[in-house]
């Protein structure tokens, strides 16, 4: 992985410093928070309901062992003992005094990390494949591409104050696994004809008040050139997307005002005066990056381990837990291994300091030394023996962290809601708590088969409940908490946004809605056919008549203090 150089540490260094100092002048009132707010959005730290809240980056969700230890100490230290991963494969920290920010950042900056740009109106952290480097279906591993953007979209003085907040995904895989339809920019890797690497280029993605599929503006953009040509993008935005109105800043709303290919002609006239400017890329860097993703020391292994294959036959656990958290290895005999943030009573994504720590010595006996954080909230082992993986098992249920729930309804997205948030309309933790405890038959999940539900507390979609198979979404109802459910939403190849079947119901409503809907689904499927199939293929009008046919009971929901009420 990455490793900082000395102006790395030079730059986070002096971050560091600048950010204890502006800390310092606020506590004495020389700042007001409104002066204070810009200076410490650009460094990750929001104030939320009952503390200031802090964000951590975690570059395309790529972690060290000691990098996750010091997660597990800055939990301990400064917060309530846990932290919150998110979708774009971050940590967040929930109970944060102001005071402790700046000795936070520079734990962070001992073990090569910080907050910066993890908020404000920037570009944010550039999130990719979990399955980077690894993945069977790869076609180049896009984590050198991503670090070079992340050096290159850090402190850029040109777009440090956007319209608006600004997202980056790459992927190198056949199969999207980065969302990259859904963000304001997103890069495939593609060959041409001549068998030449470089990217397909999508913009003006993104959910929110607005969700949108973004727009394929070049099919090929030879490598050398994604710096060049995503300033070209950048400055088209920054000269003329909207300040006068947060709810139309976004890229999407530009490109949608002047259509798509008026907008790809913009940023080819704008591009034809810098493509091939300093901002060229040039085989030497990219070597020079790419030997920090160097192939780790596999062992010579067979294709599939006999000792692997005979315990899935005798331990039918361990076959679930394979069949639904173990993912194919580019490497003969080796898997990746996606440990659970989604175990019953625990809300979606987060992770005790005992289990970060526990984590951290896992990737080290088992994975290099080296782990991932996935969009939907999970971490990942990459590089796991097979012949491991039964022992890496039995370790992982001792902790908490091998649900074999991986793809399935209780696998699902949740921001942190209403328990936290002060822009959320409505909770989404107690709410993916009951739908869990309604779903606790692994049997039955496993029947139900594939299936996505995502959960965001307010219209932001921090929890992607517009690409959800299911989608639900916190919504005030004079001055109440209630849900709006959608359905037939995807990520991936086949992105897609879903459709709302209805008015919203009650949080006491919501397991039993969902229950209707999986009713449905189970009642209409044909063969083995996926959730998402099966709504896509009837649309939303059987799901919409059998909830709204009958009233829906109501059952007490989990308490009204998630922080209070977690449970490892």
Same mark, same amino acid.
């Given at each position: 992985?990455?490793?900082?150089?000395?102006?790395?540490?030079?730059?986070?260094?002096?971050?560091?410093?600048?950010?204890?100092?502006?800390?310092?002048?606020?506590?004495?009132?020389?700042?007001?928070?409104?002066?204070?707010?810009?200076?410490?959005?650009?460094?990750?730290?929001?104030?939320?309901?009952?503390?200031?809240?802090?964000?951590?980056?975690?570059?395309?969700?790529?972690?060290?062992?000691?990098?996750?230890?010091?997660?597990?100490?800055?939990?301990?230290?400064?917060?309530?003992?846990?932290?919150?991963?998110?979708?774009?494969?971050?940590?967040?920290?929930?109970?944060?005094?102001?005071?402790?920010?700046?000795?936070?950042?520079?734990?962070?900056?001992?073990?090569?990390?910080?907050?910066?740009?993890?908020?404000?109106?920037?570009?944010?952290?550039?999130?990719?494949?979990?399955?980077?480097?690894?993945?069977?279906?790869?076609?180049?591993?896009?984590?050198?591409?991503?670090?070079?953007?992340?050096?290159?979209?850090?402190?850029?003085?040109?777009?440090?104050?956007?319209?608006?907040?600004?997202?980056?995904?790459?992927?190198?895989?056949?199969?999207?696994?980065?969302?990259?339809?859904?963000?304001?920019?997103?890069?495939?890797?593609?060959?041409?004809?001549?068998?030449?690497?470089?990217?397909?280029?999508?913009?003006?993605?993104?959910?929110?008040?607005?969700?949108?599929?973004?727009?394929?503006?070049?099919?090929?953009?030879?490598?050398?050139?994604?710096?060049?040509?995503?300033?070209?993008?950048?400055?088209?935005?920054?000269?003329?997307?909207?300040?006068?109105?947060?709810?139309?800043?976004?890229?999407?709303?530009?490109?949608?005002?002047?259509?798509?290919?008026?907008?790809?002609?913009?940023?080819?006239?704008?591009?034809?005066?810098?493509?091939?400017?300093?901002?060229?890329?040039?085989?030497?860097?990219?070597?020079?990056?790419?030997?920090?993703?160097?192939?780790?020391?596999?062992?010579?292994?067979?294709?599939?381990?006999?000792?692997?294959?005979?315990?899935?036959?005798?331990?039918?656990?361990?076959?679930?837990?394979?069949?639904?958290?173990?993912?194919?290895?580019?490497?003969?005999?080796?898997?990746?291994?996606?440990? +659970?943030?989604?175990?019953?009573?625990?809300?979606?994504?987060?992770?005790?300091?005992?289990?970060?720590?526990?984590?951290?010595?896992?990737?080290?006996?088992? +994975?290099?030394?080296?782990?991932?954080?996935?969009?939907?909230?999970?971490?990942?082992?990459?590089?796991?023996?097979?012949?491991?993986?039964?022992?890496?098992?039995?370790?992982?249920?001792?902790?908490?962290?091998?649900?074999?729930?991986?793809?399935?309804?209780?696998?699902?997205?949740?921001?942190?809601?209403?328990?936290?948030?002060?822009?959320?309309?409505?909770?989404?933790?107690?709410?993916?708590?009951?739908?869990?405890?309604?779903?606790?038959?692994?049997?039955?999940?496993?029947?139900?088969?594939?299936?996505?539900?995502?959960?965001?507390?307010?219209?932001?979609?921090?929890?992607?409940?517009?690409?959800?198979?299911?989608?639900?979404?916190?919504?005030?109802?004079?001055?109440?908490?209630?849900?709006?459910?959608?359905?037939?939403?995807?990520?991936?190849?086949?992105?897609?946004?879903?459709?709302?079947?209805?008015?919203?119901?009650?949080?006491?409503?919501?397991?039993?809605?969902?229950?209707?809907?999986?009713?449905?689904?189970?009642?209409?499927?044909?063969?083995?056919?996926?959730?998402?199939?099966?709504?896509?293929?009837?649309?939303?009008?059987?799901?919409?008549?059998?909830?709204?046919?009958?009233?829906?009971?109501?059952?007490?929901?989990?308490?009204?203090?998630?922080?209070?009420?977690?449970?490892?």
């Amino acid at each position: 992985m990455y490793r900082y150089d000395s102006f790395d540490h030079q730059i986070i260094q002096e971050r560091v410093e600048q950010f204890r100092d502006q800390v310092r002048r606020r506590i004495a009132n020389e700042l007001s928070e409104d002066e204070f707010r810009i200076l410490r959005l650009q460094n990750g730290l929001y104030m939320q309901r009952h503390a200031y809240m802090l964000r951590v980056a975690v570059p395309y969700g790529l972690l060290s062992s000691t990098q996750m230890r010091q997660f597990a100490t800055i939990a301990r230290k400064y917060d309530r003992g846990y932290g919150h991963f998110t979708t774009r494969q971050n940590i967040q920290y929930n109970w944060i005094n102001l005071e402790d920010t700046p000795d936070i950042l520079a734990d962070l900056a001992k073990v090569e990390m910080h907050a910066v740009q993890t908020s404000g109106n920037c570009m944010r952290n550039i999130t990719s494949d979990e399955f980077a480097g690894v993945a069977a279906d790869e076609i180049i591993d896009p984590r050198p591409y991503a670090e070079i953007l992340r050096q290159w979209t850090t402190f850029h003085p040109e777009f440090a104050y956007l319209p608006r907040k600004f997202k980056i995904a790459i992927n190198g895989a056949k199969e999207d696994r980065a969302a990259i339809a859904v963000h304001d920019i997103g890069l495939t890797v593609v060959h041409n004809a001549e068998g030449e690497v470089g990217f397909k280029v999508m913009v003006g993605g993104g959910m929110g008040r607005t969700p949108i599929l973004g727009s394929v503006i070049r099919e090929f953009l030879p490598w050398q050139h994604v710096m060049t040509y995503l300033e070209a993008i950048l400055r088209i935005y920054n000269q003329f997307g909207r300040r006068d109105n947060i709810y139309k800043a976004r890229i999407k709303i530009l490109v949608k005002a002047l259509g798509v290919e008026e907008f790809a002609r913009q940023v080819e006239a704008e591009w034809q005066d810098i493509k091939n400017g300093p901002g060229t890329l040039t085989v030497e860097e990219l070597q020079r990056v790419s030997a920090y993703f160097g192939r780790p020391a596999y062992a010579d292994l067979a294709e599939t381990d006999g000792r692997f294959l005979e315990f899935q036959k005798q331990n039918k656990a361990f076959a679930n837990w394979v069949k639904r958290n173990v993912k194919d290895h580019k490497i003969a005999g080796y898997s990746a291994v996606v440990l +659970s943030l989604k175990k019953p009573g625990v809300p979606p994504g987060d992770a005790s300091a005992d289990q970060m720590d526990f984590v951290a010595d896992l990737a080290d006996r088992y +994975s290099f030394g080296e782990l991932r954080v996935t969009h939907e909230q999970n971490l990942v082992l990459a590089d796991v023996e097979q012949s491991k993986l039964y022992d890496l098992w039995q370790e992982a249920k001792a902790h908490g962290l091998a649900t074999p729930n991986i793809g399935l309804l209780t696998d699902m997205i949740c921001c942190p809601g209403g328990d936290f948030c002060s822009l959320a309309n409505a909770k989404s933790i107690p709410i993916a708590l009951d739908i869990t405890d309604r779903f606790n038959d692994l049997d039955y999940l496993h029947d139900i088969g594939e299936l996505e539900l995502n959960m965001s507390g307010c219209i932001n979609a921090c929890g992607h409940h517009h690409v959800g198979n299911i989608g639900i979404l916190g919504v005030d109802k004079d001055g109440s908490e209630w849900y709006q459910v959608s359905i037939g939403g995807a990520q991936g190849n086949q992105a897609a946004i879903g459709k709302i079947i209805g008015p919203s119901f009650s949080a006491g409503q919501m397991p039993e809605v969902i229950a209707r809907i999986i009713e449905v689904y189970l009642r209409e499927r044909v063969s083995a056919e996926r959730f998402i199939d099966t709504a896509q293929r009837l649309g939303i009008a059987p799901f919409k008549e059998f909830v709204y046919a009958t009233p829906i009971k109501t059952i007490e929901h989990h308490g009204e203090d998630a922080g209070s009420a977690v449970s490892y």
